[in-house]
């Protein structure tokens, strides 16, 4: 009977959907965000489009962000993200994944983060893609049968990572055999070619995000000379074809003011962007301890923030800070709201922490989230009172060391064991810690008066 219900109100979904797909006026986006708030029974659904309803009428810039998407996004482009994006992932998903963690009292993630290859087309700075082989590849079968194990826990949504995603071609064959899902490849953004371009605009289910560190001395001199320029090649093929993109950066103490000038912004937009996801910089990599050189500083950490929510609040753009958002999805969502499957089939709680307790050579998705290793993470979130102090790796240090080894969980590559071995390492990390304590205190009691404020308006 419930379910029922929930296939009429989805079906009364896609009848208001394609509604605001034939008449994309101001007028009928109110009515489609104050119709759909009523159509859904779902709690956690109702409280995002009650908020994203208030966003809107309140801010001039949402309004012009929206409006010029629909004006300017491909039909089928547009009819996808609606479709399987907030119908299939975040409404009848939604649903099917709370039954499922009712009935077996566990937390499917929201996403999930895949890497197919590790192989690239490119040879960065650092990057070890280099050393990988087709056969280091995950089968495509495997690939297929793990989307299809997605779908049947409500997940349509999934973030596809590497190595280069593009440079396994494959994969589009899988992207439209799933038409009902929605992907998100993270791409170095060098291959788009006319026929590619002509592909995701024939299939509308992939919304790319492109890697920019900054303009051409920024990005060519982390990827090689000549990447800046393809990256906004391809841009504007994507944007001639009315598709739906982005752009991610990972932000360091060398290129935060430029990633976040009001002119690199303006510049993404003109170029067909729709959002940008920031990712302070991790010392994850092969050699961590000299990472920590380009991590960003307190003060920085904290500004990143406050530039992203003023670039959404001024910009017809949208913008997320993995960091700095985290009190919106109350800290660390490691294990919890995703994970990542690495080329070797190792599931771990999240991109920048490389370590894993399952394989899925022999078990299933369902069974790795239901770890004690991921039950344990999920428990202890969040990890800290301060919601801008998220992370286990970087801020509450003592987590992923305790974690790790009460599971006996391994390190996905070598380097990793340092975070919880290599003591000089450690202690480096405990000193970050000790240095954005006190700033992120004071940021995080100004974030929680003017979200006090915000949350009093909207109830
Ligand atoms: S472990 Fe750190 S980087 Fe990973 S999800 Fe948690 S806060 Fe983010």
Redesign the pocket.
């Known amino acids: 009977m419930k379910k029922q219900m929930d296939k009429k109100l989805k079906g009364m979904f896609m009848n208001l959907t394609s509604k605001v797909l034939n008449n994309k006026s101001e007028k009928n986006i109110d009515y489609f965000l104050k119709t759909a708030d009523g159509l859904t029974k779902n709690y956690a659904l109702n409280v995002q489009i009650k908020a994203i309803h208030e966003m809107y009428k309140e801010k001039p810039e949402l309004r012009k962000f929206i409006a010029e998407t629909l004006q300017t996004t491909d039909k089928k482009s547009l009819e996808k993200f609606l479709t399987n994006f907030v119908g299939n992932h975040n409404w009848s998903g939604q649903v099917e994944r709370v039954a499922i963690n009712d009935k077996h009292d566990t937390h499917l993630p929201y996403v999930a983060l895949i890497s197919p290859t590790m192989r690239c087309n490119l040879r960065c700075e650092g990057c070890y893609a280099a050393d990988y082989k087709k056969s280091d590849d995950i089968s495509i079968e495997k690939v297929d049968s793990l989307f299809e194990e997605m779908k049947s826990l409500g997940i349509y949504w999934v973030i596809i990572l590497g190595g280069e995603p593009f440079f396994k071609d494959e994969m589009m064959k899988l992207y439209e055999k799933h038409h009902d899902m929605y992907f998100t490849p993270f791409t170095n953004g060098s291959l788009f070619d006319e026929n590619l371009a002509d592909e995701l605009k024939r299939l509308g289910n992939i919304m790319p995000m492109s890697s920019l560190e900054g303009y051409e001395a920024e990005t060519d001199g982390r990827r090689g000379k000549g990447v800046y320029d393809k990256v906004k090649q391809g841009m504007s093929l994507l944007k001639e074809r009315g598709l739906l993109f982005g752009v991610s950066s990972a932000v360091t103490n060398k290129n935060i003011e430029t990633v976040t000038s009001e002119e690199f912004i303006d510049m993404l937009i003109e170029s067909g962007s729709k959002m940008s996801w920031y990712f302070s910089f991790?010392p994850v990599g092969e050699n961590p301890m000299a990472d920590t050189d380009l991590m960003l500083s307190p003060d920085e950490r904290i500004m990143l923030g406050e530039r992203v929510t003023k670039i959404r609040s001024t910009k017809p753009y949208f913008a997320i800070d993995?960091?700095n958002d985290?009190p919106y999805v109350d800290?660390?969502?490691?294990g919890r709201e995703?994970l990542h499957i690495n080329s070797k089939l190792d599931v771990e709680?999240?991109?920048?922490?490389h370590f894993a307790v399952d394989n899925l050579k022999d078990k299933t998705l369902f069974e790795a989230i239901n770890s004690g290793f991921f039950k344990e993470l999920r428990s202890r979130?969040p990890?800290n009172d301060n919601l801008l102090m998220?992370?286990?790796?970087?801020?509450n240090t003592n987590v992923?060391r305790e974690v790790v080894k009460k599971h006996d969980a391994y390190p996905t590559h070598e380097s990793a064991r340092k975070m919880v071995e290599d003591v000089q390492f450690m202690r480096k990390l405990d000193e970050i810690s000790k240095d954005f304590k006190p700033v992120a205190d004071n940021a995080y009691t100004n974030f929680k008066m003017k979200h006090q404020k915000v949350s009093e308006k909207i109830n």
Do not use: V
């Open positions: 991790m993995f960091f985290a800290g660390c969502i490691a995703y709680p999240c991109i920048f922490s979130q990890h998220p992370c286990m790796m970087i801020d992923i």
